[in-house]
């Protein structure tokens, strides 16, 4: 069965600083790859997503991640995170063969401190 | 377009008793999917269906019910509350399966005492 591990539960920053996020996945067959956000109060929007070609994809406000399969990796980036970017995000996995069924990880809240 | 929609926002329940969360989207969705958001553990897949008349298994299944007789609706069913079932349910649809994005609803916030 395919996992999401998201290692960093909470990430507090300052205005301006640069944002990663790690999320690895485990399965061994082709993914599609995805960031989605929670802003509070609010429901699930999509980020981003990784379905294949660049590895490098952009999504949403200045978002972008990378998927490394070698790592089986699909980090969050953003190079200047601002206040309004406080959410929970989560990053979610989807086996490409199996059509059905979405993994998400834990979440990881990131507060952006004005 | 309204996307996706729940009802009822929030609900508080006694242990023992049984009610259904409303969900509907107006996208023509053929897949539709329920998950429970729990603090800690993310968003946890408990039933889901590909069409109308299928649903399936997810990953927290017992304790819930689903039927889907519309492309539109897919009610969830708890048939008898219990305090671990405390939780914010969020219903999702995606034209796609699990392959492309899926658009949720904002949730419904029960608790069971």
């Known amino acids: 069965a395919q996992s999401v591990s998201q290692h960093n539960h909470h990430v507090i920053l300052s205005e301006a600083a640069s944002l990663e996020l790690g999320c690895n996945y485990s399965?061994?067959?082709?993914?599609?790859l995805f960031w989605y956000v929670q802003y509070p109060g609010q429901h699930l929007q999509l980020l981003l997503k990784?379905?294949?070609?660049?590895?490098l994809v952009k999504g949403i406000k200045g978002f972008e991640a990378e998927f490394i399969k070698s790592k089986f990796s699909f980090n969050l980036r953003k190079p200047s995170v601002q206040w309004s970017d406080t959410a929970e995000y989560f990053c979610?996995?989807?086996?490409?063969?199996?059509?059905?069924?979405?993994?998400f990880g834990t979440g990881t809240k990131l507060q952006v401190i004005p | 377009n309204a996307g996706v929609t729940q009802t009822p926002k929030f609900q508080v329940l006694k242990t023992g008793q049984s009610m259904t969360l409303q969900c509907a989207q107006d996208m023509n969705h053929e897949y539709m999917s329920w998950y429970r958001q729990d603090p800690g553990m993310g968003l946890r897949l408990i039933h889901y269906?590909?069409?109308?008349?299928?649903?399936d298994q997810g990953e927290v299944p017992n304790g819930y019910n689903v039927s889907r007789s519309t492309t539109e609706d897919f009610p969830l069913r708890l048939l008898s509350a219990a305090p671990s079932q405390t939780s914010v349910y969020f219903c999702?649809?995606?034209?796609?399966?699990?392959?492309?994005?899926?658009?949720f609803g904002p949730g419904t916030r029960l608790t069971v005492t």
């Open positions: 399965y061994g067959g082709t993914v599609n």
């Open positions: 990784y379905f294949s070609g660049d590895p």
């Open positions: 999702a649809s995606s034209y796609g399966g699990g392959l492309r994005e899926q658009y």
């Open positions: 979610a996995v989807n086996d490409s063969g199996g059509y059905q069924k979405v993994t």
């Open positions: 269906s590909v069409g109308a008349g299928i649903t």
